[in-house]
C-alpha cells in the first residue's frame, strides 16, 4: 500500500490487504496525535533520565551538582572492588532544573558507568513511567527498562513489557504487548524517531478508534506514521503507509535482529 493521508474529516478509500480504511476522521486523529504525544514524552524521559545519570553521582547524604541532587533514603554503601555506591533502602535522583524526578527502592550506580534501579519511577512535565528495572549505561548512552513498563501522561497511557532507548541513534524500541487505552492500540513492538517524530508499528498489530481500525497479522507489514505539517508548521494529522522511508526500513530490520 502507498501513502494516504491521515487528516481530520479525510473520506477513507476503500481498505487495502491489510490495513483497513487508511483515511481517518478527526477523532482517529486524535488517538494518533495522542500516540505521538506519548510516545515521544517516553523518548524525552529516557533521554533526560540518562542525561540525569550521567552526571557524577556523589556518596554524601544529599550532593546538589548544580542543578542536580540525589538523596539516599537510608542506608548506602561504596564497595571498593566494584566502584559500586549501592543505596539499599532506595533514593531518589532530582534534576532541579527541570523537575525531573527518579525515585526507587532500591538504587546501584557506579560513576559514569551505569545506574541501576528497581520498581523505578521517574516523573516530570511529561507525566510518570513506572519501570520494574531499571538499566541506564551511561558510557553507551543507552536505557533499558523491563518487567512491565508503564507511561502515563496527559495525552493517554501506553504499557510494553521491555522499553530500550538509544540516545546514539535516537530510536526508542517498546517490545512486547505493548498496548495503549487512551489511545487504542495493540502491538508487537513499537519504534519512534524521536528526531522526525516518526512511529513504526510492528506486527501484529491493531490500531482503533470507533470504526476506523488499522491492522495486520504477524505475517502483515510494519506500518509507519509520518507526522505531517502545514505552512505554519502546526500538525495536521498522519501520512500512514506501509511503504517505508530507507532509513525506517534499516531501523526496523535492525530492530528484528536485536
Not at 542536580?68 to 543505596?87: H, I, M, P
Not at 533502602?89 to 523537575?99: A, L, N, Y
Not at 541513534?169 to 487504542?184: F, H, I, K, N, Y
Request: aromatic share 6%; with cysteine; glycine share 10%.
Amino acid at each position: 500500500m502507498e501513502r494516504a493521508s491521515c487528516k481530520p474529516n479525510s473520506p477513507g478509500p476503500a481498505p487495502t490487504a491489510g490495513v483497513e480504511p487508511a483515511g481517518w476522521p478527526a477523532s482517529a486523529l486524535g488517538i494518533a496525535l495522542g500516540t505521538a504525544l506519548a510516545l515521544a514524552a517516553l523518548a524525552l524521559a529516557a533521554v533526560a533520565v540518562a542525561a540525569l545519570a550521567g552526571t557524577a553521582l556523589a556518596g554524601s547524604q544529599t550532593s546538589p551538582f548544580a542543578e542536580l541532587s540525589v538523596t539516599a533514603y537510608g542506608a548506602q554503601r561504596f564497595d571498593l572492588a566494584t566502584g559500586f555506591t549501592e543505596l539499599s533502602d532506595g533514593g531518589e535522583v532530582v534534576d532541579r532544573g527541570s523537575g525531573l524526578r527518579l525515585e526507587a527502592p532500591w538504587i546501584r550506580y557506579a560513576e559514569g558507568a551505569i545506574l541501576e534501579a528497581t520498581d523505578a519511577l521517574v516523573s516530570g512535565t511529561f507525566g510518570e513511567v513506572f519501570a520494574p528495572r531499571l538499566l541506564l549505561e551511561l558510557s553507551e548512552r543507552r536505557l533499558h527498562a523491563a518487567g512491565g513498563v508503564t507511561l502515563v501522561t496527559p495525552a493517554g497511557e501506553v504499557s510494553a513489557q521491555t522499553l530500550r532507548f538509544d540516545a546514539a541513534d535516537g530510536w526508542l524500541q517498546a517490545r512486547g504487548a505493548v498496548t495503549g487505552e487512551t489511545p487504542q492500540l495493540e502491538a508487537a513492538g513499537i519504534l519512534v524517531d524521536v528526531a522526525s517524530g516518526r512511529i513504526v508499528l510492528l506486527p501484529p498489530y491493531v490500531y482503533t478508534d470507533g470504526p476506523v481500525s488499522l491492522r495486520a497479522d504477524a505475517q502483515g507489514a510494519p506500518l509507519q506514521l509520518t507526522p505531517r505539517r502545514d505552512d505554519d508548521l502546526a500538525f495536521v494529522g498522519y501520512d500512514a503507509s506501509t511503504s517505508l522511508d530507507d532509513d525506517v526500513r534499516q531501523r526496523v530490520q535492525s530492530a528484528d535482529g536485536e
